[in-house]
């Protein structure tokens, strides 16, 4: 069953959509349950916050919430504070979730990690993510 808070950020997602100008982009996705999810940041060079964040997810009740969830806690953070964000912390922040979908707050961590590898490219700055880490993520 699902959490209340799970119910809310499905039933009432934040921070849903593009930014145009977005710093980083990142999209996943799983082969197995056919979630989606692409994240868009908008990073301050100068104080490397994260000014702005928004997410399309395409998914079930729990790949939106987790998406909701993981750009609620991050928004306002700073870049390496956002690399501190764990799946886990996201399905704990959610009140858990069913363990049939945990994979969907793994996925939430790969998007917000594929936006800031996407950042690292082009901001030349290194955040010390390797595009390797990411060739298996679509094989969870």
Not at 17 to 37: L, T
Not at 55 to 79: D, H, L, P, R, Y
Not at 86 to 100: C, K, M, S, W
Not at 107 to 134: C, P, R, T, W
Request: proline fraction near 2%; include cysteine.
């Amino acid at each position: 069953m699902y959490s209340d808070k799970v119910i809310d950020h499905f039933t009432n997602p934040r921070n849903v959509g593009e930014i145009e100008d977005a710093s980083g982009v990142g999209e996943v996705g799983n082969m197995k349950c056919g979630d989606i999810m692409k994240m868009y940041l908008k990073i301050d060079d100068a104080t490397n916050m994260i000014e702005d964040v928004t997410f399309k997810t395409f998914g079930c009740g729990a790949a939106i919430a987790t998406s909701s969830m993981s750009t609620e806690m991050i928004k306002g953070k700073t870049i390496s504070e956002a690399l501190d964000l764990t799946n886990r912390a996201i399905a704990d922040a959610l009140d858990g979730l069913p363990p049939v979908k945990m994979h969907c707050s793994v996925l939430a961590e790969e998007a917000l990690k594929a936006a800031l590898l996407d950042y690292q490219k082009k901001s030349g700055k290194n955040l010390g993510l390797n595009e390797e880490d990411f060739e298996d993520w679509d094989e969870e």
